[in-house]
């Protein structure tokens, strides 16, 4: 058969270039400009954050009411409801991994028939574009309709979901991130997308989806749907709703790898400084429940049920024993140093390359393509370039393989080959993903040609980096998986050609070479290998994996950051990184606290404190409850702590005193009233206070958590360091602590300690001089130091960058206030 | 041919049976006093604890002056030493475990060749007696050796040590757990007592094996062998040093079940409520570079290397994915209840059972048989029973099977079977245990009389139960994987038998046996389950795993605690658990606080810090420093924290306020002189202070904490709670807040938090009125009460059991002053 190219085809291929050279051009503007100043750009896009999580239990006299009626038999049942709770998490997990994965295999089944049908039609007679245009045209119609719900309806539900997860785990409450309509969006988009031919994994969004499902389940109703179930009442606060999420994530994670170890240190990994051993235990049983429904499920679906070979939605295959071929010591241990060095540096440098290429990329996305329709235009054009470029390959490609070495191809395309023949090229095209990443760790050695892997390493690699970030839901670990595979199948190819010997089949250096490549760009280490361990089934490659992850991380991290730390870094999230900044060593509390403090009475007129949190200047989401002394010359003793959303429900139920004494009759506020407000406590702004009520008083003592986290202050004489950093939960609570006037020690942050401005106030334990309230609604600019206008400008400068823009290298997006 | 017993044959096996009667009987006495006492047991044999670990650095001057002074750079340097420690850790430990592999299999290999040859020669003629005395003098030879080297020379070393590294990570400091003596008696010990026929395993060992050799690397020196290599000073503390000995249990249990994973979860399960992300990472490193190095060790000394399928010293084998026989869905639902329901409740029975005779036989043991050379005798005593008696299985034994079924049979012993076949009872006993778990696992059905398997699991709990305490060093992980086996498998067998069907080969009920006698035992749920799976390397065997083992946990734990927690109690190890006592939620902060507070001046008479060390009442381990005021009418102010073993170092040193005046040119004490006193601080005893030095005065300033962890006093009016656990690093710190005079708060412990009461004293922040100083060498006579006889009575009731005997129910072994 000849390769003929008719007029038309030529064309259609001409127009598609244009289109990708107007994008191309318009990323250049970036490029071009001289004095380019990023800030802008986030700013521009910089949404207010809602607040951060609470993890701590305000322990109110209500509070303890609470717990004191509580019988051991409570306990008991709330121990056994969380147990459930996360059984249902892991259950319903599995069963959208399972749906996604049937639906996607279901359309792209129908899309292959349809198009190969035509392709035969037209190979033989020429006229090969009408093909690709119904390709282009099937694919993109597909992406349309994923990146119209994405773009339109949940913008949120957009990429891999894992860095907004990161986020909730770090504790900064990304609005709608857990939502019924976001999981809704999410697993329509991500089978819209991988059914549309894009260069896209579907156990990303898994993730997400896995803790949308854990917020919802374990509040036991549903506020968008206006359905109370009124159960789980009690876990209606975000320490607790917070724990399931992470249960929900390690789900995820687990159903999309059938890596339930991995899971879980997934979650401990992104989500944990504590470590509470009945709660990993549950994330446990969660992801077993996870692997196992999906697992059971796709074996019903396959006609096989209890053959149980599905355990995730990528299965690597397993691997034999026997990583070598060759058996002598010396080789044993010179492929081990070899291992690092051809998969760990290659894997970190274009990790490096993808993830600055994808900044670049996202930066002229939030400029220029943020309306909704250029969104869904882009998604489309990269999924008709794509159906393209997969196209010319085929087209062009000799891969000729003969049709018996592999068993159970599922897409074969004879094209140009001769019968009994099937174009390798297209298979890699035409298949799932996963399938041709597992092709490619264990077809035989010579299935590929070294040609073939080359050309599609190169194209996929740019293919998934112009794809991540587009307004779909789709994750990046099997693109990464399949460049890296492809490139560590080349490399494996090629060893014989330099007067190297070959000492593991090519299959072995494709693993690694897909774990090299998918730590350089995601970053993850403990994790990643536990779950590459997990889904390959094989202890042995343990190591190699680990030194391979090391040195792509190692080598990665010194370029660039991971690709899930550049999206958050954009979306302008406060990211707490696990380490403190080196440079925080020496940075004294004094300089992060401000003055004066906003602090209520414990018995407060209503006006104040309507006016205190209309405020905008002064939005803090904690306030200290002090006692002033009466004459007013001693400092206010500190006796509580009181948040924003509190105070807001207590307003709404107009508890004040006089209105207490008036009507003896009212109900007591309970905790549960505070409950049914959560999560969506309603801004100050829509609730009305008339003049008169603004003149009564509000007694917070019953509301106010009387134990805040505080830090002592050190006696007069004594310059020592006051403040630690406690670990908490999941996060450090980073205790200031205040200085009465003759005091003249300072704060300072201990070294190597984890860095965390919280949303409560610290204060001081008896005298309030000073706090810190970050992570509010207004962190920009809520900030200020104690003493001078001098060390306010020098805070600015150095602190804003430290705890919002860690490790900014040259790039100086620093949002504040300075110029 | 025909079994004949001889005269000399029965008198041989009744003076082993009288033996064995005599020991029963002497147990018995235990049951017939009847008003028993055991505290009297536990008391006696109580030796005071040394100490508890001290998890958080003195953050004193001279440390911040050290941290000031290192650069950048130093900390880099630092961390990759910390990685290089643990490198060399997972090398050593895999190592170590290799050595114990090769000894013990060429060991067993030569007693088999002597015993084969002479049973085969006197199979024929009769008097099969003399073979049983040869056997049983061989076992006892070994185990006498075993035994003797760990009675005279290294008590510390016997057992499975997996109860002391539990307690090491949980903060107690037991005498010399860490030694390289202990080191080596326990590798000789195991190697003797595995060789030796007694029903241990060797995996146990591997972990403590594993912390011991952590210990020592980390160091850079040997205090035992007075050489000091002059590297690694840095760690030369107890947080550094705790850190490495989590990553040398972790590569314990890596090296020993090739479980990596597992190794890490252990140590996480057992050491750390706080979780750091890099220090894990290591613990993962430790644990991976062990069971390779074993792995790749052990296929060099099987002449094949590199290929690496050894990674633990047992291993399951590998299963296939198929759980089920039948593939019909109502059958994997019903075989999933049934998992739980047969594999579950009868190993958490069993378990409890175990544990329980394990209990009445090693309270026995503390009080009959505490003299070395009756340890040994009874070692010995256990070998030639345990010798006898797999004598008499395999001589009544029928269990002929053909030599073809089974490949790779290590020990065939024909015995009185027909040519080509052998007697299968022979082999489970002459076989490695590890080997017999892996033919009870993949034996193809039929491989096992039903009759052989039930002898088998009686005889063999019942001997694994006499073993467990013996003076040698020996693990019950494989006893116990073993006896589960055998009646798993027998339940698999049985099956049918009923009206029920066979729904999963007997080697996968096997397997659910062996889990959930594990479990019954141990009950270790989330490391053991992690554990499991590795070694089955399949990940769909791990629900029904996971479910099994958190039935026998639950089914155990009603009747008896695990095995482990009983030793830990009957040593009287202080031991805090994961979760708070229940009836802890309403203890106050007040009732555990002692008064008057034994704290020193900032400047202090030498006399004072002399007395005051050497008082045996107060022999607290850490001391408040305190400002006193000039007229001494208000409260003292906390200034810092100073420990016993500083002020011991600055005796020793002499550092007095006087003699630094006189001579100018004295060397400042450094944090080094520090590290040089540590671990082994002298006694105050040992320090000659003279009569003039007694008037000197000391400066704490320099040395004392600044900032010890303290809670602040709440104001006077607020009836609030005070004190907060916090976590931190591994263990809650209690804080204890003190009062004022004029306060009316107490203090009260939040429900469902860790209780853990600490070394430190806890102090207000500014006024001291009370203190908590446990887990002092006297821990028992150190808790007063601040108020009035009746509470301090009070107290020494409640809180002595909640803190020491945390779950005790009936057995009153209250360790207090109270009658």
């Not at 970036?30 to 896009?45: L, Q």
């Not at 190819?493 to 760009?521: E, N, R, T």
């Not at 414990?602 to 002394?629: A, K, Y």
């Amino acid at each position: 058969m000849t390769k003929t190219l008719t007029m038309c085809d030529s064309s259609v291929v001409l127009v598609l270039f244009c289109m990708v050279v107007l994008q191309i051009k318009g990323s250049k503007l970036i490029w071009a400009r001289k004095h380019w100043n990023p800030p802008h750009v986030a700013m521009k896009h910089l949404k207010p954050l809602k607040s951060s999580l609470d993890y701590d239990n305000s322990e109110n006299q209500l509070f303890l009411e609470e717990e004191r009626r509580m019988s051991y038999l409570g306990f008991r049942c709330l121990e056994i409801s969380r147990w459930v709770v996360c059984g249902l998490i892991g259950f319903l997990t599995g069963l959208i991994a399972c749906f996604i994965d049937i639906m996607v295999e279901q359309l792209t089944g129908l899309k292959y028939y349809v198009v190969k049908e035509n392709i035969e039609k037209f190979t033989a007679g020429g006229g090969l574009s009408i093909s690709l245009i119904l390709w282009a045209v099937l694919n993109s119609a597909f992406v349309m309709v994923g990146a119209i719900i994405v773009a339109f309806f949940e913008p949120i539900a957009g990429g891999s979901g894992i860095p907004q997860i990161k986020c909730y785990l770090n504790g900064v409450k990304i609005p709608r991130v857990v939502r019924l309509k976001t999981l809704l969006v999410k697993v329509a988009g991500v089978i819209c997308s991988v059914a549309g031919g894009l260069v896209v994994g579907k156990e990303g969004p898994m993730i997400h989806s896995g803790a949308v499902v854990a917020a919802g389940v374990s509040q036991g109703r549903s506020t968008s749907l206006k359905r109370d179930f009124k159960i789980f009442e009690y876990f209606r606060r975000d320490t607790e709703k917070r724990d399931f999420v992470s249960a929900g994530a390690a789900a995820g994670v687990s159903a999309a790898f059938g890596a339930p170890v991995g899971g879980v240190l997934f979650s401990l990994e992104e989500a944990a400084s504590y470590w509470n051993q009945m709660l990993t235990w549950r994330i446990f049983f969660a992801s077993m429940i996870s692997t196992f429904t999906l697992n059971f499920f796709l074996s019903v679906y396959n006609k096989n049920p209890g053959e149980l070979s599905n355990p995730g939605l990528i299965n690597f295959g397993s691997f034999d024993r026997n990583f070598l071929l060759r058996n002598r010591l010396w080789v044993v241990i010179s492929v081990f140093v070899l291992t690092c060095e051809c998969g760990g540096p290659p894997g970190g440098l274009l990790g490096a390359l993808f993830n600055a290429l994808n900044y670049w990329l996202t930066i002229f996305r939030i400029r220029y393509i943020h309306r909704p329709c250029l969104q869904v235009m882009e998604a489309m054009l990269v999924a008709a370039v794509t159906a393209t470029v997969s196209f010319i390959m085929i087209y062009f490609s000799n891969a000729c393989q003969p049709l018996d070495v592999v068993q159970g191809e599922d897409y074969p395309l004879q094209l140009y080959c001769d019968d009994g023949e099937y174009n390798s090229m297209a298979t890699t095209f035409f298949n799932r993903p996963e399938k041709s990443v597992q092709n490619l760790f264990h077809n035989p050695p010579g299935s590929y040609h070294p040609l073939t892997l080359g050309v599609f390493t190169i194209t996929y690699f740019f293919l998934a980096c112009w794809t991540y970030g587009l307004a779909v839901s789709a994750g990046v670990f099997i693109p990464s998986l399949l460049i890296g595979a492809a490139w560590g199948r080349l490399i494996g190819i090629m060893l014989p050609v330099f007067p190297l010997q070959i000492w593991a089949d090519p299959g072995k250096y494709a693993l690694i070479g897909a774990a090299a490549q998918l730590g350089g760009i995601v970053r993850m280490t403990l994790s990643l290998t536990v779950i590459l361990i997990e889904a390959t089934g094989n202890v042995t490659y343990g190591l190699p994996l680990m030194l391979v992850l090391m040195t792509a991380k190692i080598v990665g991290d010194y370029f660039e950051e991971g690709l899930y730390d550049i999206h958050i870094k954009l979306q302008s999230v406060p990211f707490v990184h696990s380490e403190a900044p080196p440079t925080s060593h020496w940075l004294t509390a004094r300089e992060v606290m401000s003055s004066p403090v906003t602090s209520f009475n414990r018995v407060e007129r209503v006006g104040t404190i309507v006016d205190l949190l209309s405020n905008t200047s002064t939005n803090h989401n904690g306030f200290p409850v002090v006692v002033s002394n009466a004459n007013g010359e001693e400092p206010a003793k500190l006796c509580g702590l009181i948040l924003r959303s509190q105070l807001i429900v207590l307003l709404k139920h107009k508890v004040f005193v006089e209105l207490a004494r008036s009507k003896l009759t009212r109900r007591k506020l309970q905790l549960k009233d505070f409950r049914d407000a959560y999560p969506r406590f309603p801004p100050i702004q829509s609730i009305h206070v008339s003049q008169d009520e603004r003149e009564c008083m509000m007694d917070l003592t019953e509301f106010m958590n009387p134990t805040p986290y505080t830090v002592p202050q050190v006696s007069a004489r004594t310059h020592a360091l006051v403040p630690h950093c406690f670990f908490f939960n999941i996060l450090a609570f980073f205790f200031l602590g205040g200085w009465t006037g003759d005091s003249e020690g300072f704060g300072q942050i201990p070294p190597g300690r984890k860095l965390l401005p919280w949303t409560q106030v610290c204060i001081n334990s008896t005298t309030i001089t000073g706090c810190l309230v970050t992570r509010c609604p207004s962190f920009y600019s809520n900030i200020w130091v104690t003493q001078t206008p001098e060390k306010t400008a020098h805070f600015l400068r150095q602190s804003t960058k430290l705890y919002l823009l860690l490790k900014e290298k040259k790039k100086c997006f620093v949002a504040g206030q300075h110029e």
